[in-house]
């Protein structure tokens, strides 16, 4: 008798995730984001059949739009940001399920006119009462729109009602516990799911799989072989039309407390005993507890900032930070901070971490540069050539991949070396690039329960406590004549080039 063994394909399309029915209400509908990135991600994942038919969507904000103005507003968002309608039968399809409801964040009736139309859509649209409420609203406003959804009774239900908050969560360590302790007393932590786009990137997550599934790494990764550890994220951009918000917030609040602190845990986090959600995120808060900034009786030796002042991009000028529209001329919001941490445990005592950030750099990258120490004793002295210390580098984007640089034999007669690489590419290995801005995958993950790429509110108190003695420094009065800066087009400030210098180490210098 021949036994018959599974289909790898049916097995598969069986383990395909696809959520329950449910409602998706977006609060502040009108603005950017939800046009730009949330619906587009949506009609993504529809079209990549990840979603059941039943999915339905509501628009809240405050403009009195109808529900086909709504729709109209979300298909130009997808057209102009997204892949575009690829057919009108799917987009129409889509379509019915956009709906808006217009009110007020600080209204009560507003949310109990809210409460009365999604009980009327579980009825047509058969979503069975899942809700995912979605704050893609001002900081401000989240303390507001939580209480109220809170006594409106909308997230009584710990299986059926989540509750999505865009970063920031917080401008400090004291805003952040005082917004943990209002989300506390209306739900319960397994609903909460504080959004970073970050962790939803493929590379971002692949520092997981990278790490804790080849034995041929994880060994080395600790201080006797690792000499230090840089992370960058640099834009290319400048403050653009956002500077409303970005003179409240500067890059230690916009990047450095959230993205790139995520990118720190999962670099140097112990491995989580399963990908249970809550076990990832505890191996992430054990690591940001052990860590504190390099040298706290002297910040300035470990704690950079800058401004960008007039340069060029792409060969065309552009203006300094402070003659940017809306900025204060004498602002002291940093646009760069560059920050050496250390960590206080077994694996990384002694291992400097070296983060930047900055507005307006030469090229547009993010990564993880692993830098291993220099051989023990060299052997090639002989040669006038000392051997390079090995790198592995992660980029995250864009080209993104892994890269290992090590040191071999040049052709020839002479005993001479160099330094040469070898290089993984997602678009190279699996004819793609990595993806997009990930709230596909971030949206999807919240309708299906897995908070594994959310933070949790004892890690967000944890990285404001790292970066709060920088803030306090920074926001005590100064002379508006003694920031830092560095010209547009160049990657950071005299300052930050010092403090790294001053252990005998440099910045990685990324081509543009």
């Known amino acids: 008798m021949v036994a018959l063994t599974e289909n790898p394909l049916r097995i598969g399309l069986q383990q395909q995730r696809v959520p329950e029915p449910s409602i998706v209400v977006f609060f502040g509908a009108s603005g950017d984001l939800t046009k730009r990135k949330l619906v587009p991600a949506l009609y993504k994942l529809k079209q990549e059949r990840k979603l059941p038919p039943e999915l339905t969507i509501v628009g809240v904000a405050r403009r009195e739009w109808s529900h086909d103005y709504f ?209 990832i995120r505890t191996e992430k808060v054990k690591v940001i507890q052990a860590t504190h900034l390099a040298d706290l009786a002297h910040l300035d030796r470990c704690a950079v900032r800058g401004q960008y002042t007039a340069g060029w991009r792409k060969g065309k000028p552009v203006v300094g930070y402070r003659d940017e529209p809306g900025v204060d001329p004498n602002s002291m919001t940093p646009t760069f901070v560059g920050l050496k941490l250390t960590i206080d445990n077994w694996r990384w005592q002694g291992v400097p971490f070296y983060l930047r950030t900055g507005k307006r750099m030469p090229k547009k990258v993010s990564e993880v540069a692993i830098h291993f120490r220099e051989v023990p004793h060299t052997i090639f002295q002989a040669t006038g050539k000392q051997a390079n210390p090995n790198v592995l580098v992660m980029r995250i984007q864009p080209d993104e991949g892994i890269a290992l640089r090590f040191d071999v034999k040049m052709p020839g007669a002479d005993l001479r070396s160099r330094s040469v690489e070898m290089d993984f590419g997602y678009g190279a290995s699996f004819g793609k690039s990595s993806g997009g801005d990930a709230y596909d995958r971030l949206i999807l993950d919240c309708m299906m329960g897995d908070q594994t790429l959310f933070t949790r509110s004892d890690e967000v108190e944890a990285a404001w406590r790292v970066v709060t003695p920088v803030l306090e420094a920074w926001e005590s009065p100064t002379d508006p004549s003694l920031m830092p800066e560095y010209e547009a087009g160049t990657w950071e400030p005299q300052a930050a080039e010092e403090m790294i210098n001053r252990d005998g180490r440099r910045w990685r210098r990324l081509h543009t």
Not at 184 to 201: A, P, S, T
């Open 71 to 279: 729709r109209e507003q979300m298909r130009e968002g997808v057209m102009e940001f997204s892949g575009g309608v690829t057919s009108e039968e799917d987009w129409e399809e889509f379509a019915k399920g956009l709906f808006y409801c217009p009110g007020d964040i600080d209204n009560p009736l507003s949310y109990q006119k809210l409460k009365a139309f999604l009980g009327e859509l579980d009825e047509q649209r058969k979503t069975r009462g899942n809700r995912v409420f979605y704050l893609s609203v001002a900081p401000n406003f989240f303390p507001e729109a939580i209480r109220q959804l809170g006594g409106a009774g909308m997230l009584e239900d710990p299986r059926r009602s989540k509750l999505v908050i865009e970063k920031p969560f917080g401008r400090d360590l004291s805003s952040a516990q005082s917004l943990n302790r209002i989300v506390k007393q209306v739900c319960r932590e397994e609903q909460v799911y504080r959004i970073d786009h970050y962790l939803g990137k493929e590379t971002v997550q692949n520092l997981l799989v990278f790490r804790f599934a080849n034995s041929i790494f994880e060994p080395l990764w600790n201080r006797q072989y690792i000499d230090h550890v840089q992370i960058t994220v640099a834009e290319t951009v400048g403050v653009e039309d956002r500077a409303g918000y970005y003179e409240k917030s500067g890059a230690l609040r916009d990047m450095v407390q959230n993205h790139l602190m995520q990118v720190f845990c999962l670099t140097a986090m112990e491995p989580p005993n399963s990908l249970d959600a809550d076990a």
